[in-house]
């Protein structure tokens, strides 16, 4: 058995969860997402708690389980309490800064960077050298994260870029006859 899959849901107050076949809804106070998992998947919903049932042992229905459980979860956590990702600027020079409702980064090129947030997600600039990118689903945040950190790429000499905050840069040495 998925020990992801056979985990059950357990469905907080204040949201609402729809299953119309494979299509599952959860509305909660953050908002609403909608997701379709694999048709061969079974969404039980009884009492608050969620459960999501294989019909058979086949290797493609395993491999939907726990991705179905996963994906359902992460939908019930962000329309409660949503996602978010922090970067970092590192390097001399480097800052970003909110106007509005777009994300003006200063990396080193001839010109800054301008980047809208897209709908449903937000962005926030704690400060010059920290971004904080918030929305509910948690796919969304994360590729709009790596977006961002894909304009200027931590290198590991200096370590200079844009980095998640919990990563780790492997640093590499300079030439040896260099000082």
């Not at 200079?160 to 640093?171: H, L, N, P, S, T």
């Amino acid at each position: 058995m998925s020990r992801i899959g056979i985990r059950p849901i357990t469905v907080p107050a204040g949201v609402e969860v729809t299953v119309d076949g494979n299509l599952v809804t959860v509305k909660g106070p953050k908002g609403q997402l909608t997701q379709e998992i694999a048709p061969e998947m079974a969404v039980e919903l009884n009492d608050g708690v969620l459960t999501v049932k294989r019909p058979n042992d086949d290797r493609q229905e395993r491999s939907q389980h726990g991705l179905a459980r996963t994906l359902i979860h992460n939908m019930v956590v962000g329309v409660t309490e949503g996602f978010e990702k922090k970067l970092q600027l590192v390097g001399v020079g480097y800052k970003a800064e909110k106007k509005g409702d777009t994300l003006v980064l200063s990396l080193g090129y001839s010109h800054p960077v301008e980047l809208k947030d897209p709908e449903g997600i937000t962005t926030e600039c704690p400060s010059q050298t920290e971004i904080v990118v918030k929305g509910i689903d948690k796919a969304f945040v994360g590729n709009y994260a790596a977006d961002i950190r894909a304009w200027r790429k931590p290198e590991p000499y200096k370590g200079k870029g844009i980095k998640y905050v919990d990563e780790v840069i492997r640093r590499k040495e300079g030439k040896a006859g260099a000082k």
